[in-house]
């Protein structure tokens, strides 16, 4: 909170906002403390604003940013949706917009491409299924061809990315139901066995903190801390 500019934005890019934004959400509905509440109402203004002025209707690397791109954009969109989880008022319009974006991505193969529907793979089709999820709109026949994609793609765990695929492929996967969290959430525990370095962190591309906080997260699930993993 203290970091926080005066235009509500966190941190020095997009991707930096909406995980702030995301932390703010979670933690405003389970500390109690007064400064969460300014401070998430300003993040999630600037979101909007964003959005807003963004001729895709979603987010890229800055709060003025005339193009979007899928991962950026989910970190934004997740942030969104947990705010409204959490209270606030997030127009139906947003929430639209935002969807509206991720079908105008999705691949012929059923996955989500980078900036337009070219290229899908795991990480990106992820962030794409979790937000139809946490949108509550499972019936769409979008996400049924995500959820298709990414179910027949979570064998091969990337190498790069790795822990980021994780942490968004195990919510995906928990929110798919039940039967397919049991599965993947297996898999996953004996790949983060596996790979552990014997300090108890992860290491990868993305730095120390970032790769281990990530593999964490993707486990966090098994024991529903936040609300964010509630189906």
């Given at each position: 909170i203290s970091k926080q500019s005066s235009s509500g934005y966190l941190g020095s890019s997009m991707y930096n906002h909406g995980f702030a934004t995301l932390a703010l959400a979670e933690a405003y509905g389970a500390v109690d403390n007064d400064k969460l509440g300014p401070a998430l109402d300003k993040a999630v203004k600037l979101l909007l604003k964003s959005q807003s002025n963004n001729p895709r209707n979603a987010w890229r690397y800055s709060p003025e940013s005339s193009s979007a791109d899928t991962t950026v954009s989910g970190a934004c969109a997740v942030a969104l949706l947990a705010a409204r989880n959490a209270g606030f008022e997030i127009p139906k319009s947003s929430v639209k917009d935002i969807l509206d974006y991720y079908k105008s991505c999705q691949s012929n193969d059923g996955g989500i491409g980078y900036t337009s529907a070219?290229?899908?793979n795991g990480v990106r089709s992820s962030i794409g299924t979790l937000v139809y999820q946490l949108s509550r709109k499972k019936k769409r026949p979008e996400y049924k061809l995500?959820?298709?994609?990414?179910?027949n793609s979570s064998q091969n765990t990337p190498r790069s990315h790795r822990y980021y695929y994780l942490y968004y492929t195990s919510q995906a996967q928990f929110h798919?139901?039940?039967?397919?969290?049991?599965?993947?959430?297996?898999?996953?525990?004996?790949?983060?066995?596996?790979?552990q370095n014997s300090d108890g962190s992860w290491s990868g591309s993305s730095g120390l903190a970032f790769c281990t906080s990530t593999a964490l997260l993707s486990l966090a699930l098994n024991y529903r801390f936040l609300p964010i993993y509630e189906r």
């Open positions: 070219n290229g899908s995500l959820l298709n994609y990414i179910l798919a139901g039940h039967k397919y969290w049991e599965v993947w959430n297996k898999q996953n525990i004996q790949l983060l066995l596996n790979s």
